[in-house]
Structure formats: structure tokens, C-alpha cells
């Protein structure tokens, strides 16, 4: 999930700016998604006036290379269809955003659109009056609640109104991958439960898959407990710091009744040694040069990790032969989940300045750019390009030429409301279609962390440090699981767990998740 700090706010506020909440860099100016259905006629309908209206957006713009305006055919395409004046303020990153907006929000100098880093950074400004409450305008969003769904509002909404919506979400696509060549080798079978799997990588490390002679190479590699999420997933069970719902009641994944037998299956795996020795200390880019390599047989890892062209090519280049294909979920004794979805996460949330509620005129342009970038012709524009020249249609089928590598590159920023990942996916990268639908089907445990605040009196990045240092102990077994609970009990005591428990509790019953 992504890393969210609390946010202090100090002296600057005496002079009228915020110091904003802190977010990690979400998935960014790669690709992400896909072009959306179309929404209704009138809310999609562009504003008719004398003269344009100048509309600013800030967002983070990932250091995009922007074409000149004259060039830059999707601003022609959007001020001409909507008769606006279309800026984009693109800082490099979340902090620059911030700290742009800060700036901006003292001297009273507002963007008119506002893409926020995540909820912490949204709930700052709506503490402090800032942000326009859009449940009254429901009603002309229409082609971006179609699109989007209620979920998006939800994630936007605080103490009962609506400051924002979240973009489209990225797509959630962490499987195993396994080298299948490996298993033909050894004259073995894809495993399918989790003994199996354990076996398998028990064969990797002992049995030189790689026929060098040597024994020296890995079962497992990935970095940190998350890669590790199908073994708790054979447990019917979400890793550590989930909040989930079970039968309509929420559970947190530190005390869920599966969750000392999943890290007993995870000693085995570690105690036996089919995982990379560094599991727990990679980073994302070690694991996958030691799978590039032909060092590791198993990485837990996307279809954008290891099966674009670029890194095929880094592959068959150490071993022409190596092929690495998805595991099916491996089944345990508690079900069979490859990962989680986090559905109150966000790569974005769209926020608009409550100074726009005087202005009628310029509020409706906004909204007649969001819902237009929802729309299909719109999505697509944002997405692909110009029809006819970066991509044509065959029946419902976007199929892109060769213009649209090279000259639709920068197009996402103007992807205000997002896309859908798997088609947008599928579209950009036909020759990996087959694996990101694989990765998209795969069965994912739904959690709910993203839509829970920080409580007063709850140091998130302490409590955080002290579940991993301590869980880790467990999983390699230096700390017998005997003292799990009182784990537990200091985690409470010490750290406050129990406000975040209770905030969650809270939030997810009034948002109608749990009972």
C-alpha cells in the first residue's frame, strides 16, 4: 500500500499556508490505463460562450517533456471542443507539488484544478476550508461518475461531503513468475499448492537447474514481506497492516485467526532455504537483475517487471532459453489469493478550490473538462492520441499506429479523471496482452486502507517500523510465535494501534464497507 505520513502543520499557517501531507510517488508517467465508456450527452456537452476561458491544472508531471503549445495537439483538441484557454502546471514531483501549492495557496493564487498526492494531502486542505464541497454539483459530473463509480467519490469524501474524487486505479498485478525452462529441466509439474511450490523451489536450489555444475542458485527472490503476499493468501489472509472486511465485519490483518499459521508456512520457505537470503533487504531492482540473471527461478513481480521488451531482451541475453511465465495462485489451506487490491488507494485525487464557487462561468468549464476526459472521444484523445493518425478503430477496438509511440508519449498528463488500466494496457502493449490479463484475473483480497485517516495521537511511521523490525523476527523465527500476542499488546500500548483500529472501524462502517 502506499506510504502515507502525518502531516504537521506549524507556524506557516499563521501566515496563510499549509505545509501538505506526505505521499509516496504513485505509479506515475508510465502508462496506466485505458479509454472509458462513453457518458451522457448532457454533461459532456461543452460550455458555449463569447470568449474562452483560461483554466490552469496542477499536477505532478513526472519530469514529461512536453511538445511546444503549438505542437501540442491534445491542448488544440481540448480548448477548441470546450472553448478554453488550457494550461498545465506540471511540477516534477510530490514534494515540488506541495510545496507549489503552499506557495500558491498564501498568497491566495489558486490552480483551478488540483490533482492532490493522496487522502492526507486532500483532508489538510478540506480541514482548513480550501476546497470546494462537490456534493451539491453531483449533478453535472455525471460522465465522471459514470466512469469512475461511487468508490472514487468515496475516497474523496470527509466528515459526510465530497472535497475530491480519485483518478481510475492503477491495476493491481504482482503474481509469481517461475522459469518454466527450470521446470522442464528438472521434469517437473507448475506447482499448484503450496507444498508444491515450497518442493519446487526446494528442486531450484538443489537439484542446478541452470546445469552449471554449482549449486548456486535461488528458489525465491523478491523484496520484503509484500512479495510474499500469495503465501498469506494460500491462508485466506492479507500480509501484515490490512484492514479488510470478512463477512461484514472488519478485520486487521495482524490479528486475523490465519495469521500465525501463514507465518509458520513462511519459516518453512525461509528455515528451508528456497528463499533468497537478501529477501527481506532487496529492493524491488535487485530482486529482478538476480531473476534477469539466472540466479532465482520463483520472483514475485508484475508483467511490466519482467515481460516488456526491454527486459526479454536482458534475459535471453544471459540465457537464451530462460522463460518465465505466471504461476497459477497457488492453493493453501485457507484459499487461494495471488495478492490484494487496495480499493480505497489512489493515484490521484482531482480537487477543485472552493474560491470557484463564485465564479459559475469558469466552474462549469471544469466540469465540462472533467466529464469530456471521461467520455470515450475524450478518453481516447487523452489516451491514444488523434484518431486516424495515432490509432483507428475497428469496430470497438483501438489499434494504434505507428505515430503513437512516438508522438503520443505525453499524452497522459491530460488524463485528468485516469483510465481503465487493463485495456489501455492491452492497447500499448498488444505483444504482453496475454500476461496482463493473466496478472488482472488473478484473485485479489479487496482492503480498505486507503480510505482510513490518520487519528490524533497515532505515529504511523513508528508503528510501522516497529510491525516490520518485529515481523520479520517472526518470519525467520529468531522471535518464537509464542510471543505474537504480546507483540500485539506492546504494538497497542506503546504505539497506539488502537486508535488507527478504532479510526478504521469507524470510517469503513460510516462508508457502508462494514457493518
Not at 264 to 293: L, R, S
Not at 504 to 510: M, P, V, Y
Amino acid at each position: 500500500m502506499k506510504k502515507r505520513t502525518a502531516i504537521s502543520l506549524s507556524a506557516v499557517l499563521t501566515a496563510g499556508a499549509l505545509l501538505a501531507g506526505c505521499g509516496n510517488d504513485s505509479n506515475k508517467a508510465a502508462e496506466s490505463s485505458a479509454a472509458p465508456t462513453q457518458g451522457g450527452a448532457a454533461s459532456a456537452a461543452p460550455t458555449k460562450g463569447p470568449a474562452k476561458v483560461k483554466l490552469e491544472v496542477m499536477k505532478v508531471g513526472w519530469g514529461n517533456k512536453m511538445p511546444d503549445p503549438a505542437a501540442d495537439y491534445v491542448k488544440t483538441e481540448l480548448d477548441k471542443k470546450l472553448n478554453i484557454d488550457l494550461i498545465l502546471n506540471l511540477p516534477a514531483n510530490s514534494d515540488d507539488l506541495k510545496n507549489n501549492l503552499n506557495t500558491r495557496i498564501a498568497a491566495a493564487d489558486y490552480p483551478d484544478i488540483m490533482e492532490l498526492n493522496d487522502r492526507n494531502h486532500l483532508q489538510q486542505y478540506a480541514d482548513k476550508g480550501l476546497l470546494l464541497d462537490l456534493t451539491p454539483y453531483m449533478d453535472k459530473l455525471g460522465d465522471v461518475k459514470k466512469f469512475l463509480g461511487d468508490d472514487s467519490f468515496k475516497k474523496g469524501t470527509i466528515n459526510g461531503k465530497v472535497y475530491g474524487f480519485s483518478k481510475a486505479p492503477n491495476l493491481a498485478a504482482d503474481v509469481f513468475y517461475i522459469r518454466k525452462d527450470w521446470l522442464d529441466k528438472l521434469s517437473l509439474k507448475m506447482p499448484s499448492t503450496l507444498d508444491e511450490l515450497y518442493d519446487t523451489a526446494k528442486a531450484f536450489v538443489e537439484k542446478d537447474p541452470d546445469g552449471n555444475g554449482k549449486k548456486d542458485t535461488i528458489g525465491i527472490t523478491g523484496n520484503g514481506v509484500p512479495a510474499l503476499a500469495p503465501i498469506f493468501g494460500a491462508f485466506g489472509i492479507p500480509g501484515p497492516k490490512n484492514f479488510y472486511a470478512k463477512d461484514g465485519q472488519l478485520v486487521n490483518s495482524l490479528y486475523a485467526p490465519g495469521m500465525k499459521d501463514a507465518i509458520q508456512a513462511v519459516q518453512k520457505f525461509a528455515n528451508g532455504g528456497v528463499m533468497d537470503p537478501e529477501f527481506y533487504t532487496n529492493k524491488a531492482q535487485t530482486a529482478q537483475e538476480k531473476a534477469f540473471k539466472g540466479m532465482a527461478g520463483i520472483i514475485y513481480t508484475a508483467w511490466s517487471g519482467i515481460m516488456k521488451e526491454e527486459f526479454q531482451k536482458q534475459i535471453k541475453a544471459a540465457n537464451p532459453n530462460a522463460e518465465w511465465v505466471q504461476i497459477p495462485t497457488v492453493k493453501g489451506p485457507g484459499g487461494a489469493f495471488d495478492g490484494i487490491e487496495d480499493i480505497g488507494a489512489t493515484s490521484g485525487l482531482v480537487a477543485i478550490p472552493k474560491t470557484m464557487e463564485k465564479d459559475k462561468d469558469k466552474l462549469q468549464r471544469i466540469f465540462d473538462l472533467l466529464n469530456y476526459v471521461s467520455t470515450t472521444d475524450g478518453g481516447r484523445l487523452v489516451q491514444y492520441g488523434l484518431n486516424g493518425k495515432h490509432y483507428n478503430v475497428t469496430g470497438d477496438k483501438v489499434v494504434p499506429t505507428d505515430l503513437m509511440a512516438t508522438e503520443a508519449a505525453y499524452v497522459w498528463v491530460y488524463q485528468f479523471t485516469g483510465r481503465p488500466e487493463q485495456q489501455y494496457l492491452s492497447t500499448k502493449f498488444a505483444k504482453q496482452a496475454q500476461d496482463i490479463a493473466g496478472n488482472a484475473a488473478a484473485p485479489r483480497i479487496k482492503v480498505l486502507n486507503g480510505f482510513i485517516d490518520l487519528p490524533t495521537g497515532y505515529n504511523k511511521a513508528d508503528a510501522e517500523r516497529f510491525i516490520d523490525e518485529e515481523f520479520v523476527k517472526f518470519l525467520y523465527g529468531k522471535t518464537p510465535i509464542s510471543e505474537y500476542d504480546s507483540f500485539l499488546k506492546k504494538l497497542e500500548d506503546t504505539f497506539k494501534y488502537k486508535l488507527l483500529l478504532d479510526q478504521g472501524a469507524k470510517q469503513l462502517k460510516e462508508l457502508g464497507y462494514v457493518k
